[in-house]
Every structure is written in structure tokens, then in C-alpha cells.
């Protein structure tokens, strides 16, 4: 029987179905829950690792040892991954080794846009790319055949509108690997990859390419030709195939299944059969190029589809209604223009811990260099507390760098501000950097003991594996200290005094400094019973003494509001409105009593 | 051929926490078992964080694409106004609206420096008549005991649309999706929104 399951879990249910033995991954959207679904089958051991290099590291280990073996990730956690990656296509596998990458196109919940079919041809390893959770099951499991079949690791590439898309599937018994277990010293030259092995391996490389691409013309059951309408063909994958065909259901289509690499036959004979060819793919023109390499005439592709965010039938249909069909795309009537609405950004939870702490960042005037995590969103208005983020725990190399240009003027002006979880996935190298290359920076890790933005993932520091088995934890002060980190201070973000005081010290100092927050796990962190330590329920304004000055605005906390309303205090000050503190939503931090500065902010009940 | 058949496309908006997400799954639940081929796209990660959330639901013999195309909403289901208004230009001209009557102030508005939209009800009843109703889910689910369930109150109305599905299905579908401790107020919230819009 049919059942309805999200591409990630439809991922996850075809590598448990090929018999997989290992899965390894670092959280990130759209990708995070294969590795959580996968954690539900028994028979698999499953990880979050620190980081991306290490998941793929990991995998590739199990791989040597006979095991089957997958690694997920973001787009950008690729890049992360790209340095075992580009090596691993040399030394090949033993038990099959698949690495899924989920693509962001649109920026939905990523800091760029890149397009990860790049990889495939740079590493010289091939790439699948399914269009729905059939095709991510299916996918997933012929990547693992591939795989040991040619002795290679195997690219799967998901996107947003597959990995977050739900669709019906079919599914299928678990089969064991063939693949006998063990380590065998005898083939170090395979598996060791210096100079001398290594350019024995590089001609492996091209054979192995040569042999993939006689293999997606001739066996590979996934590219698809569908002749209708033969005056025009689309040549497209993934999703981009799914929304081609439900706008130009008549005419002629060849989906493609594995990106790289290419069929060229299967190609030649598309175009023997269609008039026309358009090439409608998402972002970069990757088929285009290589098809026009090939030295057929595309008819259309980049020229009317855009390269920039993510398509859609309604973007397909704007781009390609005039050219395929000769009349105009009609627009459908505005009713309401959306940009005279209020937009709904996302925020930091009411009672997040990075609040006070953003704010008094923001009260110091420091320049701060921030991550990747939930307090990104630190950087909108009012908190406006963030000046440059750039990828994974890049904030220490970059606060310590810009110190360097900056000299002593720059002391008690810069700091830098990373979560837990991005910390440990590459923040000790630059704060090792920061102090033997004599820095004065000042890191602060706010520890929320959690992965929290991409769904309260585990991680070293939280104490517990995915499967929530208790395990070491990691102590970030002694961490520090072992760096060489002389200055290390622990601070409760949610005494917003205390906290400017200390950071205020930490920063004018001309020496490399850590601070970690202390008291503070997410919010909806429910273990950590982080309501328990508010002293009160709630807090509501005293409209006695509230004389609207909107100082608790500042902090943009999602319970608190404006009403307008002129009148004035119990004392005759007058007023053109008050803060408003909304019970539902309030959970009783009480940073917004700390900061009112007319002691209008009381606790209250609910 | 190549032609593809009707398929039905409902678009579900609100705010981060409303219960989309539980609304569409029990959707998916009960056009699976009348047969259908289904599919949803929603998007996770920084969206969820108080922002807007909106899925696409889409049915029918064979569904392609996961996402509806602009203008292309048959309905329109909403558990916010401002979010129901933000998504208006998506509506087919014949399309029909269920709106769960509840404001919830974004930042913009809580600030002071924007005005939550008035007329948004009127707005609809220009541009779509009869098409539109205004479901006090909120208030219905508070009677009953607990406001999350709302958007299963405005699941309840949507079901009138489609007399040939039993009330078993979605009242069966609903207990799937739910905590055991959770199903007498459900389905009580199923059962009130189903009144509700009938009127």
C-alpha cells in the first residue's frame, strides 16, 4: 500500500532498505531529518558529528570496512566536506558510500544559493537528483549499487522541494550488503593517497567516469524520455521536470536522473526525435552548457529562465508560455499589492536567551561578528546587533583579523558571537589561532546546549547521541583554557547588568578572551525545564508608570507590543501610548522589567 | 496525450505555531484514502521562528508539481487575516476561502510602526463574494477547552467542501495524527467547525 512520507524520510527509508550499516550528518535545512529518521531504524548506527568533513570522514571509514555507509548535508556543508570528498573519488570504496547534499534554492534558510551539481563534475563522482519521494527512495538505493559497482562514492543532490515535500511511495524489505566485512592491509595502495598511489588512482578517476557514462546511457533505469508533441522537447530533472510537465503537459520531455554523468546517446537520440530543445533547470546552467558543449543547438534555457532563486510552474509558465506557445503569459489580477502588508519575519522565541544578550551587545556598540544559528536574526531591527556573518563559526577568524588591521583602536570595539553547536563545528581552530598569533579578540559562545535553529538536534556539547544515550559533554571553559585562553568568564544572559559589566571588561582587554553563557538552554529546549529559573509567570506593564518611552520595544521580544492611547502616569507625566505585554505569549524572563527604566514592568499573574 | 487531469490545490497559510503543518498531514491522510495522489511542499528551518508558514496541498489523479502555481488556489484555507490577505492574489477567481478569524500582530505592527490591515474580510467579499467564510476557530476551540485546536475547527469547515468523503475518514484520520489524550477534543473541534460553516 501507498503511504504519504517526506523526501528526507523517504531518503532515509531507501538507505535503511539498501541495507545501509552507518549514517552520519551535521543538521542543516533542508537535509536534518534523514539523519533523525534514519536514527529510528535499530539496525543502523547513526551520528550527528560535529561537522560535515567529519560525517563524510566517518562514512568513508565504514566504507573501508565493508560496511554501507551514507553522509548528509546542506549545500554548504559541502563545501565543508569538499576536502575528504575530492580525495575519496581517488580511493573509491568498498561498501557502498553515498553522500546526499540538499540544495536551498531561494535562500529559504541558507546563507547562499550555490548549486551542488558543480561538485559532481569537479570531484569526478556521480550524482543522482530525485524529483519526489518515490524517486529519493529509489534513488537512494540504486546510488548504493552504483556505488560499489564502480567503486566510487556517489553524489545524491535533494532541494528544499524535495527533501520538504511529502508524496506517496511504496515501500520495501531491508537487503544486506554482499560486501564482506573486514579491513585488508593489502590494499594500502588503494586506500593511501600519496603521490605515488595517488597518480595510479588519477587515471582510475577517468576510466571510472568513462565507464558511469556508459552506464546512465545503457543501463541506468532513471533518465526517462516521454515523446508527445515532438515540435518541442524539454530536457530538465528533480523538480524542475515536475513543474515543466504539469505547465507543458503535450509536448516531449527527457528527465534526467543522474546529473553526472551525462547520457550523451540517450541525448543525441532526443534530439534526433524532437524539433526544438529548452533546457529548464534550477539555478546554473548545468545541462545547458555542457549539452551546447556537446554542439546541439538549445533553442532556449538561461536565456528566459532565471539563474537566481528557486523555480516554481508559475515561474516556469511567466518564462516560457510566449516561446512555447506564441501568447503572452497572463498575469493573475492583484487584488491586494502584498508589499502595502506588514511583513512577518521570523524572530527569536519569547524568552530566548540571546535577547539580553544581543541587547547588551548592542548597548556596548560593539561591532559584532556573528554566525549561523538563531541569533542571526539578531541582525533585524531593533536588536540590529549583528554587522557580519559569513559561514560556519567564521566569526573568531574574522573579529581576530579585523583586531589585526585595527591595532589598539580597535580594543573594546569588536567582538565575536557564535552558538554551542557552530563552535564546536570549527571555532577552535581560529580561537586557537587568536591566541598563539597573539589576538584580542573576544569570543562569546552562547550555549543554549542544543542545535537549535534546524530542530534541537544533539550535538558534543549537549550531553546525549541522537539516539539521546547519555554521553560525555563537552566543557568549553577548560576547552578554551587548553587553547591557550587565559581570560575565560561564564555570564548569565539574563541579568542584563552583569553581563554588559563583564563583556565590557572581557573586549577592552588586549589579550584573546572567551565568555560563554551560562543558565541559558533554548527555550523550547523542554529537558532543561528553562521556564523553571523565572522567578514569575509573567510580567505586565504598570500603566501607572509607563510613560511610553518604547524602551521595551528595543528588544523585540514577540510579546510585547505598542497601544496607542494619549494619557498620562499616576504622577501627571504625559504619554502618547504604552507597552503592552501579551500573557499568552509572555514567558516571565523578566528582561524587559530590567531594562524599563521607569520600574513599569511588574510581575504579574496569569 | 500528456494531458494531466484535475488536480485540486489548497493553500494553507498562518503563523508559525498556528498547527498548519498537523492541518495539511491530516489533509494528506484522508485524501490518500479516498484514492487520491497527493502531495504537499512546506518549507522548515528559519520560517518557523514566529515567521509566516504556508503549504501547498495539492490533489488529484496525478499530481506533478508539488507547488501550486501563482493564481492557481482553488482554496484558500487561513488561519490568520493577515496572512489569509497576503496570499489573495493566489486565488482562483472562483476560488473559496475559509478564514480562521484571528489577528496575531507582526513585529512591524507590535512596534507601532505599521497598522494591522483593517478591511481584509471586506476585501475578500469584494473579490470573492459568497466564496468567503469567516471561521471563529479560535473562539470555538477556546469553548471547547483548548485553543491549539483551531486548526482542526477550520479542517472541520473545510470538510463540507467534499460531501462524498464519509466523516469517518477524516474523523479516523484525525485520531491517527493525535496523541490518544487528544482525540475527544479533536474531534469535537472537527464536529463544531463542520456545523460552523454550514451555518
Known sequence: ?606 | MGENGKVTNIFLSGVGGQGTILASNILGGVFLKAGYDVKKSEVHGMAQRGGDVTTHFRFGKKVYSPLIKYGDVDFLISFELLEAARYINWVKPEGKIIINKQEILPPAVSLGQMTYPKDIEKTFKKYFKNSVWIVNGQEIARKLGNIQAANVVLVGAFSNFFPEIKEEQWTDTIEEFLAAKLHELNIKAFYEGRRALKG
Open chain 1, 1 to 606: 500500500m501507498k503511504q504519504i512520507m517526506q523526501g528526507n524520510e523517504a531518503i532515509a527509508r531507501g538507505a535503511w532498505e539498501a541495507g545501509v550499516t552507518v549514517g552520519c550528518a551535521y543538521p542543516g535545512t533542508p537535509s536534518s531529518e534523514i539523519m533523525a529518521e534514519l536514527s529510528k531504524y535499530k539496525e543502523i548506527y547513526t551520528e550527528w558529528s560535529p561537522n560535515e568533513k567529519v560525517a563524510v570522514e566517518v562514512a568513508h571509514g565504514a566504507s573501508l570496512a565493508g560496511g554501507r555507509a551514507i553522509a548528509c548535508m546542506k549545500h554548504v556543508g559541502l563545501n565543508v566536506a569538499a576536502d575528504p570528498l575530492m580525495t575519496i573519488a581517488y580511493t573509491g570504496v568498498k561498501g557502498g558510500f553515498v553522500i546526499v547534499v540538499a540544495d536551498d534554492p531561494g535562500q529559504h534558510s541558507s546563507q547562499n544559493e550555490q548549486d551542488s551539481r558543480h561538485w559532481t563534475r569537479f570531484g569526478k563522482v556521480p550524482m543522482l537528483e530525485p524529483a519526489d519521494s518515490e524517486e529519493s527512495k529509489d534513488f537512494t538505493r540504486i546510488a548504493f549499487d552504483i556505488s560499489e559497482r564502480f567503486d566510487t562514492p556517489v553524489l545524491l543532490r535533494s532541494e528544499t522541494r524535495v527533501s520538504h515535500c511529502d508524496s506517496l511511495m511504496e515501500l520495501g524489505e531491508r537487503k544486506e550488503s554482499t560486501i564482506q566485512k573486514g579491513l585488508d592491509q593489502k590494499e594500502t595502495p588503494k586506500y593511501v593517497m600519496v603521490p605515488m598511489y595517488s597518480r595510479v588512482r588519477r587515471v582510475a578517476v577517468e576510466e571510472r567516469i568513462t565507464k558511469l557514462a556508459a552506464y546512465t546511457d545503457a543501463e541506468f533505469p532513471y533518465n526517462s524520455m516521454e515523446i508527445n508533441d515532438p515540435s518541442i522537447g524539454f530536457i530538465t530533472s528533480g523538480v524542475s521536470y515536475l513543474y515543466t510537465r504539469e505547465i507543458f503537459p503535450r509536448y516531449s520531455f527527457l528527465k534526467l536522473g543522474m546529473v553526472w554523468p551525462l547520457p550523451r546517446n540517450t541525448i543525441a537520440e532526443f534530439f534526433k526525435k524532437v524539433k526544438k530543445v529548452i533546457v529548464v533547470e534550477e539555478l546554473d546552467p548545468f545541462f545547458e552548457t555542457e549539452i551546447k558543449a556537446m554542439g546541439y543547438k538549445v533553442w532556449h534555457g538561461k536565456d528566459l529562465i532565471p539563474a537566481i532563486g528557486e523555480l516554481s510552474p508559475g515561474i516556469v509558465e511567466q518564462s516560457l508560455r510566449k516561446a512555447v506557445e506564441g501568447k503572452n503569459y497572463k498575469a493573475p489580477k492583484i487584488r491586494i499589492k502584498p508589499e502595502d502588508l506588514p511583513r512577518r519575519p521570523p524572530n527569536l522565541c519569547a524568552g530566548c536567551g540571546h535577547r539580553p544578550l544581543f541587547y547588551a551587545l548592542k548597548k556596548l556598540g560593539l561591532y559584532v561578528f556573528g554566525d549561523i544559528g538563531c541569533y542571526a536574526l539578531a541582525v533585524a531591527p531593533p536588536l540590529s546587533a549583528m554587522h557580519a556573518s559569513t559561514c560556519m563559526a567564521a566569526c573568531i577568524g574574522g573579529a581576530y583579523g579585523a583586531g589585526k588591521v585595527l591595532g589598539k583602536d580597535g580594543l573594546g570595539k569588536i567582538c565575536a558571537v557564535l552558538g554551542d553547536s557552530t563552535f564546536l563545528h570549527g571555532g577552535i581552530g581560529p580561537l586557537m589561532d587568536a591566541v598563539y598569533n597573539k589576538g584580542y579578540s573576544t569570543t562569546l559562545i552562547l550555549d543554549n546546549s542544543i542545535t537549535a535553529m534546524t530542530g534541537q538536534q544533539e550535538h558534543p556539547g549537549t550531553g546525549y547521541t541522537i539516539q539521546r544515550e547519555p554521553a560525555s559533554v563537552i566543557d568549553y571553559e577548560q576547552l578554551a583554557r587548553a587553547v591557550g585562553v587565559k581570560h575565560v568568564k561564564k555570564v548569565d544572559p539574563y541579568k542584563v547588568e552583569e553581563t554588559i559589566e563583564v563583556i565590557r571588561e572581557e573586549v577592552n582587554r588586549d589579550e584573546a578572551s572567551v565568555i560563554i553563557t551560562e543558565n541559558s538552554p533554548c527555550i523550547l529546549l523542554r529537558r532543561a525545564k528553562p521556564l523553571e529559573k523565572f522567578k514569575n509567570p509573567v510580567y505586565v506593564v504598570d500603566t501607572d508608570k509607563c510613560r511610553g518611552c518604547k524602551g521595551c520595544l528595543e528588544i523585540n521580544c514577540p510579546a510585547i507590543s505598542w497601544q496607542e492611547g494619549e494619557g498620562q502616569t499616576k504622577d501627571g507625566h504625559k504619554r502618547k501610548g504604552t507597552g503592552f505585554i501579551n500573557k499568552d505569549q509572555c514567558v516571565g524572563c523578566e528582561v524587559c522589567a530590567q531594562i524599563c527604566k521607569f520600574e513599569a514592568i511588574t510581575p504579574g499573574t496569569r
